[in-house]
């Protein structure tokens, strides 16, 4: 088995501070996802990579960006950190089929 | 447009069995995946499902009929601890294969 592992849990910045979260799979999968949930709201796709130093923008990718420097390793920044984007923050793995995805804990985004 | 729909909520009572509907409309279908989803906690896959037919997994069983744009899934013999939200996802054709998901259904299992 692999594990999935999203740091930090929580993140707390500032209005208009740039944030990074950071997300590490050992399942030797090739494509990685980001998502943030939102409450009443159903998983949105704010970026993906395919394979490293690839990336795929989704439905929500402007305020974001995103790296994969590593096969292992997708990290995700907020450009500048916006109240009404407190949400849950989702990584997730898949293999080439991308049939099955392995998510990580989340990431909890705080913005005071 | 393309979308997912499942019903917000669902009661069920211990030790019967409850079954969570999932519409769909994409352009093209590519299969469609359940996911269970505890409080405070990242989604876990359950099932995949690309082919007409009930799929049948134990305690999570799965429908699919792609004619009717519409799957479910069973779960039987309900525990407390099956008291999640169930999310169903679809893969469309084109569009990089993106998964469309729905917003789940929250299941409350009664003693």
């Known amino acids: 088995g692999g594990i999935i592992t999203q740091t930090p849990k929580f993140l707390i910045g500032q209005e208009g501070q740039k944030l990074t979260l950071k997300c590490q799979q050992n399942f030797n999968h090739d494509t990685m996802y980001w998502y943030r949930q939102d409450s009443g709201k159903g998983l949105r796709l704010i970026y993906y990579s395919i394979t490293e130093n690839d990336l795929q923008k989704g439905d929500l990718s402007e305020g974001y960006d995103a790296s994969r420097e590593k096969k292992s390793s997708f990290s995700l920044t907020v450009t500048s950190a916006q109240k009404n984007e407190m949400a849950v923050f989702l990584c997730?793995?898949?293999?080439?089929?991308?049939?099955?995805?392995?998510f990580g804990e989340g990431s909890r985004l705080i913005v005071v | 447009g393309q979308g997912v729909e499942q019903p917000a909520k669902l009661m069920s009572v211990e030790g019967t069995f409850a079954r969570v509907n999932c519409t769909y409309s994409?352009?093209?279908?590519?299969?469609l995946s359940w996911y269970q989803q505890r409080e405070g906690q990242a989604p876990v896959f359950l099932s995949y499902?690309?082919l007409d037919g009930l799929k049948d997994s134990g305690h999570f069983s799965t429908f699919l009929s792609r004619s009717n744009g519409y799957s479910y899934l069973l779960l039987t013999e309900l525990q407390i601890k099956d008291s999640a939200s169930y999310l169903c996802a679809v893969r469309a054709v084109g569009d990089n294969s993106k998964l469309i998901w729905g917003l789940g259904t929250s299941l409350v299992v009664n003693p």
């Open positions: 997730a793995s898949s293999d080439n089929s991308g049939n099955t995805l392995y």
């Open positions: 499902v690309v």
């Open positions: 994409t352009s093209g279908f590519n299969g």
